[in-house]
């Protein structure tokens, strides 16, 4: 079992930024691809980014490349998603997931791959 427990969500107007981190517990961090997903009122679950555990290597969906970055700090168990130039679309419920057998680049997207998922930390951008 992994444990995830995202944080740094809030409430910034447009144009702003945020951090999210995401601390995990219970297995070997190093060996987990991380991803995040947002959630928005009245919509589908949607991928934002992910980062492979064997190469590092990041994965953007589109509206959110060249705006977001997500890292990892192994040393610390922790993922980050560092939001920038925010716009009020962006407004959703963050959520962390991990699973150590996404390593695939077409798996990266897909929420049904992560077996373990976060509570979520809420991001709210106003106009």
């Known amino acids: 079992q992994v444990q995830l427990v995202e944080s740094g969500g809030g409430l910034v107007q447009a144009g702003g930024s945020l951090r999210l981190s995401c601390a995990a517990s219970?297995?070997?961090?190093?060996?987990?691809?991380m991803g995040w997903f947002r959630q928005a009122p009245g919509k589908e679950r949607e991928f934002v980014a992910a980062?492979?555990?064997?190469?590092?290597?990041?994965y953007y969906e589109d509206s959110v490349k060249g705006r977001f970055t997500i890292s990892r700090d192994n040393a610390k168990n922790t993922v980050y998603l560092q939001m920038n130039s925010l716009k009020p679309e962006d407004t959703a419920v963050y959520y962390c997931?991990?699973?150590?057998?996404?390593?695939?680049?077409?798996?990266?997207?897909?929420?049904?791959?992560?077996?373990?998922w976060g509570q979520g930390t809420q991001v709210t951008v106003s106009s």
């Open positions: 219970g297995r070997p961090f190093s060996r987990y691809t």
């Open positions: 980062i492979r555990w064997t190469d590092d290597n990041p």
């Open positions: 997931a991990a699973d150590s057998a996404v390593v695939a680049a077409v798996d990266m997207s897909k929420d049904y791959k992560y077996d373990f």
